[in-house]
């Protein structure tokens, strides 16, 4: 019997534990659908406080942090349908806040330390020097935080696992000064152009782009995007070179948690047999946000980090149209301050039409997705995007500006679209005001065609958004990765 593939998922966020974006999420479920590829997967996280009190842990080796500045630490297993492996160390993961900043919000100074040991002992794993008895044919490291791993594999002599390394958001880098090298316990001969050296400073996610036997990105449209200047970051020509080895795979969801027909957090479950139950759902988050409690007024919803890349800027723009059209708005997240002091005088300016709340609920975020009749994601740039897919599941159509994984997964409701049995929402090009609100708009007269309404969102709640396609497209990548690795 041919041995099963053995990968070592890398990740600093680990839903819902810790999770600061989509990244969470995937490391939760698609190891998971690896699994049921026949996977033998393994996930790598930091024991941050909030693992550790959830999970039953038990040591299994010593290990010993980069460039000796931390106290050593040992690697915990927990056992489960993935296996999870945690790097205790107190002294870098045993804090109160976020994975990445303080309870203030401020980047800890040490996360160049932080996350230079989660990639140093994915790497240690991955090679002949491993304490433990599993060996991963494929170390797949994940953004910034683990960049390194590869770095570290490279220049690591012997047997060691092949590596691919996935982008879920080129923006964040991971940059620091030179003068980390050798406390990260990285070699001279690492820092160049051709290494992880970016405009004098090291970053950890150009390790792993150049260093990465394969590399990945979450759609296939954002691995286009990411040759370009626009949206590439300067790491364009690196990425132009690697293009060959640059594989745009769309993430799923888990189609167990977000199932409208057996979903816990909704005032009434709801399937495409029974749409008239989703109405339900809207009277009930109209009711819980304070709004009227009208069934005819099309309802919107966003759920998003308030960021400009999100394009939360150009919401306010389209606010008096939308109280014209006699339209309501909710909007939950939390993010920059400017953007939730905006999003908060909205809803103290138009009280009847627009209710805000700053944070994260995930039972309102379920809520907005059934009780909404639109959801907004007018993203400046979005690799993949998780909301959409969950609105679509839940018979929401999206207004989402065509982008990275919106571009790849909301057909447009054109006249072509429609005719042609494939439209599941709205899209628009320009990241403009003026082109969210002609969106919007066509939405809206959409909204008011029941025939053409119940259409959209049958369609959407019938594609397949679940993991198996992603987890099949990543098993070819490892493939490859070993491949690569085979001729090195």
């Not at 010593?62 to 927990?78: C, M, T, V």
């Not at 989703?278 to 919803?301: C, D, F, H, M």
């Not at 571009?407 to 709205?426: C, I, P």
Request: hydrophobic share 45%; aromatic share 8%; charged share 20%.
């Amino acid at each position: 019997m041919t041995q099963p593939l053995r990968v070592l998922y890398v990740t600093p966020e680990l839903s819902p534990w810790v999770k600061a974006g989509g990244l969470g999420e995937v490391a939760r479920e698609l190891p998971a659908a690896l699994a049921r590829e026949g996977v033998d997967v393994r996930v790598l996280v930091p024991a941050y406080p909030a693992l550790r009190a959830a999970l039953k842990a038990a040591p299994v080796a010593a290990i010993h942090a980069p460039g000796g500045e931390l106290p050593a630490s040992q690697l915990l297993e927990a056992h489960g349908a993935v296996p999870l492996y945690l790097i205790e160390c107190d002294a870098c993961y045993g804090r109160p806040g976020s994975a990445y900043q303080s309870p203030e919000g401020v980047d800890w100074p040490d996360n160049d330390l932080r996350f230079g040991l989660l990639s140093r002992v994915a790497a240690l794993l991955g090679s002949a020097a491993s304490p433990l008895d599993w060996k991963p044919d494929v170390v797949h490291c994940n953004d910034w935080q683990s960049g390194l791993a590869p770095a570290y594999l490279a220049f690591t002599a012997g047997p060691r696992a092949a590596t691919a390394m996935t982008v879920h958001n080129l923006a964040y880098q991971g940059l620091f000064p030179a003068s980390r090298l050798a406390a990260l316990a990285l070699p001279e001969a690492a820092f160049r152009i051709e290494g992880l050296e970016y405009y004098g400073k090291i970053s950890f996610l150009k390790a792993g782009l150049h260093y990465a036997g394969q590399l990945t990105t979450v759609s296939p449209t954002y691995a286009r995007e990411i040759l370009t200047p626009q949206l590439g970051f300067g790491l364009e020509g690196l990425l132009r070179r690697r293009a060959q080895d640059l594989t745009g795979i769309l993430n799923g969801i888990d189609t167990g948690v977000w199932d409208p027909s057996r979903d816990a957090h909704l005032a009434a479950p709801y399937d495409g047999a029974h749409l008239e139950r989703k109405r339900l759902n809207k009277t009930a988050l109209q009711r819980a946000l304070g709004l009227p409690q009208s069934s005819e007024a099309p309802l919107l919803g966003m759920v998003s980090r308030l960021v400009e890349q999100k394009g939360v800027d150009l919401v306010p723009g389209i606010a008096p149209m939308l109280v014209r059209a006699r339209a309501q708005l909710v909007v939950l997240g939390q993010g920059e301050a400017k953007l939730e002091n905006a999003l908060r005088a909205l809803a103290a300016g138009y009280p009847r039409a627009i209710a805000v709340r700053i944070g994260f609920d995930e039972t309102l975020a379920h809520r907005i997705e059934a009780g909404a009749d639109l959801f907004l994601m007018p993203s400046r740039f979005e690799p993949c995007g998780l909301n959409q897919l969950y609105s679509m599941r839940y018979g929401t159509p999206p207004v989402a500006r065509r982008t990275g994984g919106l571009a790849d997964s909301v057909v447009d409701a054109s006249e072509a679209n429609l005719r042609a049995g494939t439209a599941t929402g709205f899209t628009f090009e320009a990241p403009t005001r003026a082109a969210l609100r002609a969106a919007v708009k066509r939405a809206l007269d959409a909204y008011r065609q029941p025939e053409t309404w119940r259409f959209l969102q049958l369609n959407g709640m019938a594609r397949d958004w679940s993991w198996g396609p992603a987890a099949r497209a990543t098993v070819e990548v490892y493939r490859r990765a070993l491949a690569v690795s085979s001729r090195a």
